[in-house]
C-alpha cells in the first residue's frame, strides 16, 4: 500500500467579483492531479508561487475538501476518514504564524503534545530530544515573540514530530530562514528520512529538490508537468546549454524580442537586488553570447557565463520561465 | 468511544484551559472587560440603585459580576475559535486528533473561570468604598449555584463561537448582543419591569437562571425548590447548547474546509 495516493485531485475555489451586480468566478487551483508516495519516500512538490502547492497540501492534511478526485493517506480517506488521518499525520505551512506567541517554545510542544494525546511522561522526553534536534535546547523557556523566523520554524518542525507520525507534510519548510537556518533544516530533513518516515517536500529551491528528493513532481497552473527523480528530469535539458546574463532594467518587449530568437527554448529573468538575472536556455551554447548581446544593445550588461543545465533549468523549461 | 480517549479529551481540554488562562492574564482587554467594565457598572449601580434604596448591594455586587462573566464570554468565549484563526493556529487545532469541540470547551472555561474575578472586583468596591454589609444568605447553595452558572455559560458560549465563524454577520453584531443579555438576564434588576413579551427570550437563556439562583441564594430570597429548579433550567439548557453547539461546530468546520476559510491570507 502507498503511503500517500493522489487520484484525479482537483480543487476549485469559488468567489464573487463586483459590488452590485456580483458575479461567480471560479479558479481552478489543483487540476485532476495523480501521484503517489511509496512509505519511507522523500517526494518533491516543485512549482512557482500559486501553482497549486500548498492547496495540495491542504487537501491532503484534511484541512480542505477536494471539489473532485480522491487522496488516501495510508489507506485512509482525507474526507470521510479525516479523524483517522490526522492522528498519524504531521504537517507545517512555512512562515511564523501557528504558533502562541505569549508562550514559551516548551509550552508551545506541551500543548499540543496534550492534543495530539502523547502521554505526558513521554512528551516531557520527547520535547527535550526535539529541542536538541532542532537547535532550541537553550531558548525553549522563553517565548516565542522574542524568536527570529528561523527559529520559529523550527519549533514548527518540533512541534510536527512530537506525536511521532507516519507521514510529514512540509510546506516550504525553509522558506525566509538564513543559509545556515536552511541547511541545518535540510539536515533535520535528511535525518527523519533516515528514519522511513514518508515526506511529502514543498519547495521552489530547486537545489533543495535536488539534494533531498528522490522523486519530484513539478505542478504548474494547477497540472502536474513532469514526474521523475531528479536526475531523469535533468537529462531533459541534457541538450541545452543555459547562458546567465546579469543585465539592468530589461524591457518587456526586449525579453520578448530575447524569446522569439529561433535558437532560444526557455527566458526567465529574476530580479536579484537592484540587478537582474537573464537565463537563457539554448541548444547553441556559447555561441548564442554575440546575438543576445546584439538584442539588449543599449541596454547596460554584466558579467555573462555559460554553464550545463541544473534541475533549476529543468524546471524553469517545464513551467515555461515562469520560476 | 474507548476509555482511554476520554482521558486524552480530557487532558487535552485541561491543556486548552491552562493555555488560555495564561494567554489571557497579561492581555489588557482581558483585564478591562473582566475587572474594569464591571466596577463601573457596580459603582454606577450602587449610587443609582442601592443608596436609593431600590437594591440592596448584594444583589448589584452578583449582578454586575454577571455582566462581568457575561461580557467576558461574549467577546473572549465568542472569539475563541476566531481568535485561532486570526494567530493563524486554527489549522492546527483542526488537523489534530482532539476534536475541537474540546479544545473550544477548555477555552471557555478558563475565560468563565477568570471572569470570576469580576464578582470579586464588585464585591470589594462595595464593601471598601460604599461600606455595605455583603453577607451570602446561603453560602453552600451560592456555591452550588456559582459551579452551575459556570457549567450553564461555559456551554452558552460553545453556541456562540462556532456561530461567530459560521456568519461574520452575527459576528458584527456582537457588541449589540452585549446590554439586552444584561437586561433579559435580569443581571441588574428583575425581568418583571420590562415588557411582557420579552419574558420567553429570558426563560431561555440559561444566564437568567444563573441570575435568578445566584440573586436568591445569595440574597437568602428564594426557597430550596426554587434554586433547584433555576439548577435544573440551567443544566436542562446547558445540556441543549451542548447539543446545538455539536453541531454547529460540526457545521462550521465542514463550511471552513470546503471554503478555505480556516486560515486568513
Same mark, same amino acid.
Given at each position: !500500500?502507498?503511503?500517500?495516493?493522489?487520484?484525479?485531485?482537483?480543487?476549485?475555489?469559488?468567489?464573487?467579483?463586483?459590488?452590485?451586480?456580483?458575479?461567480?468566478?471560479?479558479?481552478?487551483?489543483?487540476?485532476?492531479?495523480?501521484?503517489?508516495?511509496?512509505?519511507?519516500?522523500?517526494?518533491?512538490?516543485?512549482?512557482?508561487?500559486?501553482?497549486?502547492?500548498?492547496?495540495?497540501?491542504? !487537501?491532503?492534511?484534511?484541512?480542505?475538501?477536494?471539489?473532485?478526485?480522491?487522496?488516501?493517506?495510508?489507506?485512509?480517506?482525507?474526507?470521510? &476518514?479525516?479523524?483517522?488521518?490526522?492522528?498519524?499525520?504531521?504537517?507545517?505551512?512555512?512562515?511564523?504564524?501557528?504558533?502562541?506567541?505569549?508562550?514559551?517554545?516548551?509550552?508551545?510542544?506541551?500543548?499540543?503534545?496534550?492534543?495530539?494525546?502523547?502521554?505526558?511522561?513521554?512528551?516531557?522526553?520527547?520535547?527535550?530530544?526535539?529541542?536538541?534536534l532542532v537547535g532550541l535546547a537553550d531558548r525553549g523557556k522563553e517565548k516565542v515573540e522574542g524568536y527570529s523566523r528561523g527559529m520559529m520554524q523550527r519549533l514548527h518542525i518540533?512541534?510536527?514530530?512530537?506525536?511521532?507520525?507516519?507521514?510529514?507534510?512540509?510546506?516550504?519548510?525553509?522558506?525566509?530562514? #538564513?543559509?545556515?537556518?536552511?541547511?541545518?533544516?535540510? &539536515?533535520?530533513?535528511?535525518?527523519? &528520512?533516515?528514519?522511513?518516515?514518508?515526506?511529502?517536500?514543498?519547495?521552489?529551491? !530547486?537545489?533543495?529538490?535536488?539534494?533531498?528528493?528522490?522523486?519530484?513532481?513539478?505542478?504548474?497552473?494547477?497540472?502536474?508537468?513532469?514526474?521523475?527523480?531528479?536526475?531523469?528530469?535533468?537529462?531533459?535539458?541534457? #541538450?541545452?546549454?543555459?547562458?546567465? !546574463?546579469?543585465?539592468?532594467?530589461?524591457?518587456? #518587449?526586449?525579453?520578448?524580442?530575447?524569446?522569439?530568437?529561433?535558437?532560444?527554448?526557455?527566458?526567465?529573468?529574476?530580479?536579484?537586488? &537592484?540587478?537582474?538575472?537573464?537565463?537563457?536556455?539554448?541548444?547553441?551554447?556559447?555561441?548564442?553570447?554575440?546575438?543576445?548581446?546584439?538584442?539588449?544593445?543599449?541596454?547596460?550588461?554584466?558579467?555573462?557565463?555559460?554553464?550545463?543545465?541544473?534541475?533549476?533549468?529543468?524546471?524553469?523549461?517545464?513551467?515555461?520561465?515562469?520560476? | 468511544?474507548?476509555?482511554?480517549?476520554?482521558?486524552?479529551?480530557?487532558?487535552?481540554?485541561?491543556?486548552?484551559?491552562?493555555?488560555?488562562?495564561?494567554?489571557?492574564?497579561?492581555?489588557?482587554?482581558?483585564?478591562?472587560?473582566?475587572? /474594569?467594565?464591571?466596577?463601573?457598572?457596580?459603582?454606577?449601580?450602587?449610587?443609582?440603585?442601592?443608596?436609593?434604596?431600590?437594591?440592596?448591594?448584594?444583589?448589584?455586587?452578583?449582578?454586575?459580576?454577571?455582566?462581568?462573566?457575561?461580557?467576558?464570554?461574549?467577546?473572549?468565549?465568542?472569539?475563541?475559535?476566531?481568535?485561532?484563526?486570526?494567530?493563524?493556529?486554527?489549522?492546527?487545532?483542526?488537523?489534530?486528533?482532539?476534536?475541537?469541540?474540546?479544545?473550544?470547551?477548555?477555552?471557555?472555561?478558563?475565560?468563565?473561570?477568570?471572569?470570576?474575578?469580576?464578582?470579586?472586583?464588585?464585591?470589594?468596591?462595595?464593601?471598601?468604598?460604599?461600606?455595605?454589609?455583603?453577607?451570602?444568605?446561603?453560602?453552600?447553595?451560592?456555591?452550588?449555584?456559582?459551579?452551575?452558572?459556570?457549567?450553564?455559560? /461555559?456551554? %452558552?458560549?460553545? /453556541?456562540?463561537?462556532?456561530?461567530?465563524?459560521?456568519?461574520?454577520?452575527?459576528?458584527?453584531?456582537?457588541?449589540?448582543?452585549?446590554?439586552?443579555?444584561?437586561?433579559?438576564?435580569?443581571?441588574?434588576?428583575?425581568?418583571?419591569?420590562?415588557?411582557?413579551?420579552?419574558?420567553?427570550?429570558?426563560?431561555?437563556?440559561?444566564?437568567?437562571?444563573?441570575?435568578?439562583?445566584?440573586?436568591?441564594?445569595?440574597?437568602?430570597?428564594?426557597?430550596?425548590?426554587?434554586?433547584? %429548579?433555576?439548577?435544573?433550567?440551567?443544566?436542562?439548557?446547558?445540556?441543549?447548547?451542548?447539543?446545538?453547539?455539536?453541531?454547529?461546530?460540526?457545521?462550521?468546520?465542514?463550511?471552513?474546509?470546503?471554503?478555505?476559510?480556516?486560515?486568513?491570507?
Amino acid at each position: !500500500m502507498d503511503a500517500v495516493e493522489v487520484r484525479s485531485l482537483r480543487r476549485v475555489y469559488r468567489t464573487t467579483i463586483g459590488v452590485l451586480r456580483r458575479k461567480a468566478k471560479e479558479v481552478v487551483a489543483v487540476d485532476d492531479i495523480s501521484f503517489s508516495l511509496r512509505p519511507g519516500e522523500l517526494f518533491g512538490l516543485l512549482g512557482p508561487n500559486g501553482a497549486g502547492k500548498t492547496t495540495t497540501v491542504k !487537501m491532503l492534511t484534511t484541512l480542505l475538501i477536494p471539489t473532485g478526485g480522491t487522496a488516501l493517506i495510508l489507506g485512509k480517506d482525507v474526507v470521510h &476518514q479525516a479523524d483517522e488521518i490526522r492522528a498519524r499525520i504531521g504537517f507545517i505551512f512555512g512562515g511564523e504564524r501557528g504558533l502562541y506567541w505569549r508562550l514559551s517554545g516548551i509550552d508551545n510542544l506541551r500543548y499540543f503534545a496534550s492534543l495530539y494525546h502523547v502521554e505526558p511522561a513521554v512528551a516531557r522526553k520527547r520535547i527535550a530530544s526535539l529541542l536538541e534536534l532542532v537547535g532550541l535546547a537553550d531558548r525553549g523557556k522563553e517565548k516565542v515573540e522574542g524568536y527570529s523566523r528561523g527559529m520559529m520554524q523550527r519549533l514548527h518542525i518540533a512541534r510536527t514530530l512530537l506525536h511521532d507520525p507516519e507521514v510529514l507534510f512540509l510546506d516550504e519548510p525553509t522558506i525566509g530562514l #538564513d543559509p545556515v537556518g536552511a541547511r541545518e533544516l535540510r &539536515q533535520v530533513i535528511r535525518d527523519l &528520512q533516515a528514519e522511513k518516515k514518508t515526506i511529502l517536500l514543498t519547495t521552489h529551491y !530547486m537545489f533543495e529538490a535536488d539534494a533531498l528528493c528522490q522523486r519530484v513532481a513539478v505542478i504548474n497552473k494547477g497540472k502536474i508537468v513532469a514526474l521523475d527523480t531528479p536526475e531523469a528530469l535533468k537529462s531533459n535539458v541534457a #541538450d541545452l546549454a543555459v547562458v546567465e !546574463m546579469e543585465v539592468f532594467g530589461v524591457p518587456q #518587449d526586449v525579453l520578448e524580442r530575447v524569446r522569439s530568437l529561433p535558437f532560444v527554448d526557455t527566458v526567465s529573468l529574476e530580479n536579484v537586488d &537592484q540587478r537582474q538575472s537573464l537565463r537563457v536556455q539554448t541548444r547553441r551554447g556559447s555561441e548564442a553570447v554575440p546575438d543576445l548581446v546584439g538584442v539588449l544593445s543599449g541596454l547596460r550588461v554584466g558579467r555573462v557565463i555559460v554553464r550545463e543545465p541544473t534541475l533549476e533549468d529543468a524546471y524553469v523549461r517545464l513551467v515555461g520561465g515562469e520560476a | 468511544m474507548k476509555p482511554g480517549l476520554w482521558r486524552q479529551h480530557l487532558r487535552a481540554g485541561l491543556a486548552a484551559f491552562e493555555v488560555t488562562l495564561r494567554i489571557n492574564a497579561p492581555d489588557s482587554f482581558v483585564l478591562f472587560t473582566i475587572v /474594569v467594565q464591571p466596577l463601573i457598572i457596580a459603582i454606577m449601580a450602587m449610587w443609582m440603585l442601592v443608596e436609593r434604596g431600590a437594591a440592596n448591594a448584594l444583589y448589584v455586587v452578583v449582578g454586575s459580576g454577571m455582566t462581568g462573566l457575561w461580557s467576558t464570554l461574549l467577546f473572549l468565549g465568542g472569539n475563541s475559535i476566531n481568535w485561532e484563526r486570526w494567530t493563524g493556529t486554527l489549522e492546527l487545532m483542526v488537523g489534530q486528533p482532539t476534536p475541537v469541540a474540546v479544545i473550544v470547551f477548555g477555552k471557555n472555561a478558563a475565560v468563565v473561570f477568570q471572569s470570576l474575578l469580576s464578582m470579586v472586583a464588585s464585591y470589594t468596591v462595595a464593601a471598601i468604598l460604599f461600606r455595605q454589609p455583603l453577607s451570602v444568605e446561603q453560602p453552600l447553595l451560592f456555591a452550588v449555584s456559582l459551579l452551575l452558572t459556570m457549567v450553564a455559560f /461555559v456551554s %452558552f458560549g460553545l /453556541v456562540i463561537a462556532p456561530l461567530f465563524l459560521l456568519s461574520p454577520a452575527v459576528q458584527h453584531f456582537q457588541n449589540a448582543i452585549e446590554f439586552p443579555i444584561y437586561m433579559l438576564g435580569g443581571f441588574l434588576f428583575p425581568i418583571a419591569l420590562l415588557p411582557g413579551w420579552t419574558t420567553p427570550f429570558s426563560y431561555l437563556l440559561a444566564p437568567f437562571w444563573a441570575a435568578r439562583a445566584l440573586h436568591g441564594a445569595s440574597t437568602g430570597g428564594a426557597s430550596l425548590e426554587e434554586l433547584a %429548579f433555576d439548577w435544573g433550567m440551567m443544566l436542562l439548557l446547558g445540556a441543549i447548547y451542548l447539543l446545538i453547539s455539536g453541531r454547529l461546530i460540526e457545521r462550521m468546520l465542514r463550511k471552513a474546509r470546503s471554503e478555505a476559510t480556516l486560515r486568513l491570507e
